[in-house]
């Protein structure tokens, strides 16, 4: 018998799997479709490590207790959906500007407002990036199948980890309700980024937001040996509000930086048959698998076509995208929205006038078939 | 192997899902196989039309989803009417005697079995009747045994029910078996 | 210890408009920390937006200055990390029942171990004046320039109805009961409310012609009257101060520490 431990389940207790995998120690949610399966496993498994699991009064307040709970050294977690998401917002730039590791989970459903519940979208895309206000930059992570959503949600926590900031991790409703064949990696096999804790003796003064050379910022537990201040008003290095224009000037270009700058660090991506590819479809989520499975039955027939999966969404790998691309004569972008990532596509390649979007909007994952017909409606041969 | 697509369809309380979990589950952990399980939702949880979708291969299955089942399974008059006219030519059409009058004529093998009215005669409990179909489906299928179904049952049912599960899916096999002929 | 050894001089001079009361609040709740010797380390304060969330800053504890209205969820979540702190969550009228009134009363069902303290100048300071839900019907803010016609919560009322543990109220001007209840609901294992009226001479004051810091805080003496006094009962416009209630249920992360030994055993 194999020793490694296989499991049949939704892509949702994958997610669940590899958070405990990574070290989850806290998770605060709300129930909504169609995440609403990762409390409910949370609410059972959690408190068999001795970690903590708490249903709030709204997303607002899932977000909020996350975040308190990181400050105590937590590794923590909150899982929504569109209607939910909207409103932690606010509290997710909260987090950006504090620098305070967390994980969001959003299960996307079909939006705007309530949406369509149970049913697949990819509509969030542009939200996860911009939607807190004001300038600032963030990791927004995606996976087609359980096994990779294992392993990018163990790396969004190594990320928020590495980074001190909120990663979204951004799946959709076919992923998180498809069951399927999980391997669990054995314990060691995944890196695991832990929490990175100051030198700083107890009695000298510990600067919260004084960067080390490398950029990083370690921690110190709230409840531990160094009191200071958190704030979501831009801040010294104390954590103590400021509205020096240098302070304000120098946080701000910190925040950004510290992801921008790591853009290749934080690029997840997979590949299919590029190398000689002249049509590159660029997906990703569920819509990928759909792409995938057109891209392997034109393979058998010989042509010349492949498949670049985003897994890393935001800070958006542009240069992966036109390296990856460059040789392509055509360009799809298979989605389930009305051109998100295709923006990005288009403005990341040489020539945008190549790149085509193939999508569908209306509730259902994109079929092979959706994806031929629109291949031959751009290729001029009609349906 | 030739890719296998089901799809098993009813009414909410039936337990057509649990059945396509079980199947699914077992061909990933017992029979070494890929698979993927889906299913439709709806707000309601119990009642209405119900469908799940399964598909066994032995190798990666990208696109999740079954728009023409090889096998398909009809619990209700309404699943009958709504999806028969998908069945991919040559395969399995299930249906239940006792819920569903067939009329159309479909390019697939059309099993129409007892499975409800056996359940009741030898059993004479409703609750372990998608059991019975899924002996019926392994009968045709012939890819996942019926001990690996056995085996999944044991992990996620009381010591006590397991008995009654096994004579109901050694009903459906048998049943499965004779009009196989 | 000294007052000072309890601030972060570094950042004072503070910022609250002279005359305010939320530095007399400052003051008895350095005093009740004191006389409990609570250990700084053991102390997390957490607070939201607003004139009154600005006491978290001068405090030489763990301190969070957080969202508007979202003090408390913060909390909870460190709380419900390490049980053993002292989480103490100063709030604002508008801060702690407006915008953070589904937060309050949440936290008050659970009977989560933290101390709720509100701040209550009945107005809207930092923004300038506005009537905020406790400023009550016939007042005038600078949204209410025809008289407020909203009627106002009774903080008290509200903290016993949804479950709170232990309530009470003072007011800047009764500083040694402030303190006292301070220390009562610091003390309190469970979910702690502490309502203290205090003034904002600059919009509240000076909207509805109650004059003066001092003549504020002469008014809070003349309104006020000790819980289940006689005077209350001539007089029903009077405000009562003291403990209203003060029982025992059980605690939210205790209850928890036995959810994880289920699960533990279950596992």
């Known amino acids: 018998?194999?020793?490694?431990?296989?499991?049949?389940?939704?892509?949702?207790?994958?997610?669940?799997?590899?958070?405990?995998?990574?070290?989850?120690?806290?998770?605060?949610?709300?129930?909504?479709?169609?995440?609403t399966?990762?409390?409910?496993?949370?609410?059972?498994?959690?408190?068999?490590?001795?970690?903590?699991?708490?249903?709030?009064?709204?997303?607002?307040?899932?977000?909020?207790?996350?975040?308190?709970?990181?400050?105590?050294?937590?590794?923590?977690?909150?899982?929504?959906?569109?209607?939910?998401?909207?409103?932690?917002?606010?509290?997710?730039?909260?987090?950006?500007?504090?620098?305070?590791?967390?994980?969001?989970?959003?299960?996307?459903?079909?939006?705007?407002?309530?949406g369509n519940p149970t049913h697949v979208s990819q509509g969030d895309i542009n939200q996860a990036r911009w939607g807190t206000h004001g300038d600032h930059s963030i990791i927004v992570l995606t996976a087609?199948?359980?096994?990779?959503?294992?392993?990018?949600?163990?790396?969004?926590?190594?990320?928020?980890?590495?980074?001190?900031?909120?990663?979204?991790?951004?799946?959709?409703?076919?992923?998180?309700?498809?069951?399927?064949?999980?391997?669990?990696?054995?314990?060691?096999?995944?890196?695991?980024?832990?929490?990175?804790?100051?030198?700083?003796?107890?009695?000298?003064?510990?600067?919260?937001?004084?960067?080390?050379?490398?950029?990083?910022?370690?921690?110190?537990?709230?409840?531990?040996?160094?009191?200071?201040?958190?704030?979501?008003?831009f801040h010294d290095m104390w954590g103590f509000p400021s509205s020096d224009p240098k302070v304000v000037h120098g946080l701000l270009r910190h925040?950004?930086?510290?992801?921008?700058?790591?853009?290749?660090?934080?690029?997840?991506?997979?590949?299919?048959?590029?190398?000689?590819?002249?049509?590159?479809?660029?997906?990703?989520?569920?819509?990928?698998?759909?792409?995938?499975?057109?891209?392997?039955?034109?393979?058998?027939?010989g042509e010349r076509i492949g498949l670049l999966e985003l897994q890393t969404l935001w800070p958006f790998p542009a240069g992966i995208v036109r390296e990856k691309c460059s040789e392509a004569q055509c360009i799809i972008v298979v989605e389930m929205n009305m051109g998100q990532v295709l923006q990005q596509v288009k403005t990341a390649v040489d020539n945008p006038d190549k790149v085509f979007l193939a999508n569908r909007i209306d509730g259902e994952l994109i079929t092979p078939t959706d994806i031929r017909n629109i291949m031959r409606l751009i290729q001029g041969r009609g349906v | 192997?030739?890719?296998?697509?089901?799809?098993?369809?009813?009414?909410?309380?039936?337990?057509?899902?649990?059945?396509?979990?079980?199947?699914?589950?077992?061909?990933?952990?017992?029979?070494?196989?890929?698979?993927?399980?889906?299913?439709?939702?709806?707000?309601?949880?119990?009642?209405?039309?119900?469908?799940?979708?399964?598909?066994?291969?032995?190798?990666?299955?990208?696109?999740?989803?079954?728009?023409?089942?090889?096998?398909?399974?009809?619990?209700?008059?309404?699943?009958?009417?709504?999806?028969?006219?998908?069945?991919?030519?040559?395969?399995?059409?299930?249906?239940?005697?006792?819920?569903?009058?067939?009329?159309?004529?479909?390019?697939?093998?059309?099993?129409?079995l007892p499975m409800y009215q056996s359940v009741m005669d030898n059993i004479g409990k409703p609750v372990v009747y998608n059991i019975c179909m899924l002996g019926a489906v392994i009968?045709?299928?012939?890819?996942?045994?019926?001990?690996?179904?056995?085996?999944?049952?044991?992990?996620?049912?009381?010591?006590?029910l397991v008995d009654i599960n096994k004579k109901a899916l050694e009903l459906g096999l048998k049943l499965g078996e004779q009009y196989n002929k | 210890m000294a007052i000072k050894d309890y601030i972060r001089e570094r950042f004072f001079p503070q910022m609250w408009c002279p005359g305010c009361g939320h530095g007399i609040i400052l003051n008895g709740l350095i005093k009740a920390v004191e006389e409990l010797g609570l250990n700084k380390n053991d102390i997390v304060m957490v607070s939201g937006i607003g004139c009154s969330a600005r006491i978290s800053g001068y405090?030489?504890?763990?301190?969070?200055?957080?969202?508007?209205?979202?003090?408390?969820?913060?909390?909870?979540?460190?709380?419900?990390?390490?049980?053993?702190?002292?989480?103490?969550?100063?709030?604002?009228?508008?801060?702690?029942?407006?915008?953070?009134?589904?937060?309050?009363?949440?936290?008050?069902?659970?009977?989560?171990?933290?101390?709720?303290?509100?701040?209550?100048?009945?107005?809207?300071?930092?923004?300038?004046?506005?009537y905020s839900p406790l400023s009550g019907y016939g007042t005038l803010a600078t949204t209410a320039p025809y008289t407020n016609i909203d009627h106002p919560f009774d903080v008290v009322d509200l903290a016993v109805a949804v479950g709170a543990t232990f309530v009470a109220r003072s007011t800047t001007y009764h500083i040694r009961q402030l303190t006292d209840l301070i220390k009562k609901a610091i003390t309190h294992k469970g979910f702690s409310v502490v309502e203290i009226l205090s003034q904002c001479p600059t919009y509240y004051g000076r909207k509805n012609k109650e004059g003066n810091a001092y003549e504020m805080m002469e008014l809070m003496k003349q309104t006020t009257t000790p819980v289940g006094s006689e005077a209350k009962?001539?007089?029903?416009?009077?405000?009562?101060?003291?403990?209203?209630?003060?029982?025992?249920?059980p605690e939210y992360c205790t209850e928890y520490d036995k959810i994880i030994e289920r699960a533990k055993k279950d596992n």
């Open chain 3, 233 to 249: 009962k001539q007089n029903h416009d009077l405000i009562e101060t003291g403990v209203f209630v003060e029982t025992d249920k």
């Open chain 3, 59 to 130: 405090l030489d504890f763990h301190t969070m200055h957080t969202l508007h209205g979202r003090a408390l969820a913060f909390a909870t979540g460190i709380k419900m990390s390490r049980p053993e702190l002292n989480v103490l969550v100063p709030m604002g009228d508008g801060d702690a029942l407006a915008i953070g009134g589904n937060h309050f009363i949440h936290a008050a069902r659970r009977n989560i171990d933290m101390t709720a303290i509100v701040m209550n100048n009945r107005v809207y300071g930092m923004t300038g004046g506005q």
């Open chain 1, 1 to 35: 018998m194999n020793e490694k431990i296989i499991k049949f389940v939704q892509g949702n207790e994958a997610c669940v799997e590899a958070a405990i995998y990574a070290g989850l120690g806290f998770f605060a949610g709300y129930p909504i479709t169609p995440s």
């Open chain 1, 144 to 233: 087609s199948n359980h096994q990779d959503v294992f392993s990018i949600t163990v790396d969004a926590f190594n990320m928020a980890e590495m980074y001190r900031t909120p990663v979204i991790l951004l799946f959709d409703e076919v992923v998180a309700h498809l069951r399927e064949g999980l391997t669990i990696p054995e314990k060691g096999a995944l890196d695991i980024v832990d929490r990175l804790k100051t030198s700083v003796k107890r009695g000298v003064d510990f600067h919260p937001y004084l960067p080390r050379e490398d950029g990083r910022l370690p921690m110190s537990d709230f409840g531990g040996i160094h009191r200071y201040n958190v704030t979501g008003l």
């Open chain 2, 1 to 112: 192997m030739e890719r296998i697509r089901m799809v098993f369809s009813g009414s909410g309380g039936q337990g057509v899902i649990t059945a396509a979990v079980i199947i699914a589950e077992a061909a990933v952990l017992y029979e070494n196989l890929v698979a993927v399980q889906s299913q439709s939702y709806g707000a309601q949880a119990r009642g209405g039309a119900t469908k799940a979708d399964i598909i066994i291969s032995d190798s990666e299955i990208n696109f999740p989803k079954v728009n023409n089942p090889n096998l398909l399974v009809c619990l209700t008059q309404e699943a009958y009417t709504q999806f028969s006219p998908t069945i991919r030519p040559g395969g399995f059409l299930v249906t239940d005697t006792y819920y569903v009058k067939t009329h159309n004529k479909v390019a697939a093998r059309q099993r129409e």
């Open chain 1, 255 to 301: 925040l950004v930086d510290k992801i921008e700058n790591n853009v290749y660090d934080i690029s997840r991506y997979k590949e299919y048959f590029l190398e000689d590819a002249r049509t590159i479809f660029v997906s990703y989520g569920s819509s990928a698998r759909s792409a995938l499975h057109v891209v392997k039955n034109r393979r058998a027939r």
């Open chain 1, 37 to 114: 399966e990762i409390a409910e496993l949370l609410s059972v498994r959690l408190p068999q490590t001795g970690g903590k699991f708490l249903q709030m009064e709204d997303e607002i307040a899932s977000i909020c207790a996350i975040i308190g709970a990181s400050l105590t050294g937590n590794k923590v977690m909150t899982a929504t959906s569109g209607p939910g998401f909207s409103l932690m917002q606010e509290a997710l730039g909260y987090a950006v500007m504090a620098e305070i590791p967390c994980v969001i989970v959003n299960v996307q459903r079909g939006g705007p407002s309530t």
């Open chain 2, 139 to 160: 009968s045709m299928i012939d890819i996942v045994r019926p001990e690996s179904i056995m085996k999944v049952l044991e992990s996620r049912i009381p010591a006590n």
